[in-house]
């Protein structure tokens, strides 16, 4: 099935294998779908898509709320030999807008209830058509994909051509389209399947976006792979997820979920017949894995990646799940741990994580110098993230080397936000920290020096935010100072403002 197209094909094997078998139940509606009728639907989806002028290599952006339909997108953007391309949903009109600018796609597809507002951000930049999805199977693009029939004659794709471009945010100026190929999504996915042993009998609990690699690729690759089931939740519901466990064999989620689940009652029960708890995307505390252990009998697997590399180590499935660990390098992964120059350190040492192997994405679009800064000549990666491997060879992250945010999961550059603070009227200048926070893990807090006489407020530097900046992404505290703490050189000291302010969500 769709043999020419090298992901589809690893993709669409199951189905092909065993077409009755389900593949995911709606929890919103209780919809259930096989893995053939999955397929017959994207084949529809792709016929839609070849309709409104989608050629080979062109990209297929979307900002539409997690359902089937934007499943069946992403996999008959892949039929039709696009690169698809997922926005987060909770992106402003404004940041849209650069996007689209930045990745020219041919179609952008956005929910029905934001197309007035998007339609002119299209427009400015050039997209040469809008439709729309909604979650509830309205839009234009689904009575599109409705008068199609199925058996789409699949476009051929290699390895090496691009799947999909997924932005990540810059500590420096603008965001970044990683490239995906077909090579990278293929060989890591299959990797994760056999080493969590994915198989068809599993039921995954699928509670991510689908607009990352962790909900996108990660969660439904796999499970398409594994041919395997999933209960899609529209988004995170901690007493939702517990009444599923008994249904379930697999929960992926990021650490807030596991410490809002540690909240609920009667996880033990429900996590009794559970196989495997994954975590990853950003940091799980060692004092979580540990009650989680505790609560339930289970040993959460903590594993790490990165849009440009997909996941680089993990757990073992079988032997000690370290807490505080991410364990070790996945099969055909390399992963050294190096200075500055990029030479290599002895183990126990701390320094930047370089990774190397068929993982990896092919560059930044349109990018090729930002790429060559983050690539060592011998093709490893610089990642940003600061590690160590210790003697048994599980790897450990301390810290980053790049000024970033993960708040909940989701990234976010202090720069952005700086930037977007000092445009305001009445600001001086502004800093960005990262705060430890009980449920997000890190929240974001803006320390702003207001030009005298000011009199601005907290809530009115949280207004004038509102449009420019994704909610996710603005300060969950404003605090104001005469002056931010600075070096000999003039850089500011964030470490100085992190412990000034590192109680302020204790
Ligand atoms: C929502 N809000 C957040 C937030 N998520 N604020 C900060 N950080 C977040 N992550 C805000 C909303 O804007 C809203 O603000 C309020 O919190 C409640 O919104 P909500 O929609 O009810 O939130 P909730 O559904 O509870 O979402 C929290 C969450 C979600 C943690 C479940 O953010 C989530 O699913 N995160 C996962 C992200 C992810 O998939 N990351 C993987 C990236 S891939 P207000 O003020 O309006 O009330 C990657 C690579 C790898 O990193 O290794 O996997
Ligand atoms: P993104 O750019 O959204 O793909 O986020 C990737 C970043 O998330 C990595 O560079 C790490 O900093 C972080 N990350 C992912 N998984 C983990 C983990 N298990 N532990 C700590 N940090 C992680």
Redesign the pocket.
Known sequence: MHSENHLAALLARAAAEAPEALFLEDVATGARLSHGALWQGVERMAAALRRAGIRPGDRVAVQAEKSVAMLELYLGTLLAGGVFLPLNS?YTAAEVGYFLGDATPGLFVCDPARETALEPVARKAGVARLLTLGADGQGSLAQARAAEAPGFATVARGPEDLAAILYTSGTTGRSKGAMLSHRALGSNSLTLRDYWRFTARDVLIHA??IY????LF?ATNITLMAGGACLFFP??DAAGIIAAMPRATALMG?P??YTRLLAQPGLGRAARGMRLFIS??APLLAETHRAWTAATGHHILER????ETNMNTSNPYDGERRAGTVGFPLPGVELRVCNGDGAELPVGEIGTLEVRGPNLFSGYWQMPGKTAEDMRPDGFFITGDLGMIDRDGYVTIVGRGKDLII?????VYPKEVEEAIDALPGVTESAVIGVAHPD?GEAVVAVVVPDPGAGLSGDDIQAALADRLA??KQPKRVFFVPELPRNTMGKVQKNRLRDAYSKTFA
Not at 212 to 215: K, L
Not at 304 to 307: E, K, S, W
Not at 407 to 411: A, D, E, I, V
């Open positions: 909770a991510l976006p990352h690699t962790h909900g990660v988004k995170f990021v807030t979920f990853g995307s790490y990646g990165m849009t708040s909940g999961g989701l990234n997000l909610r996710f």
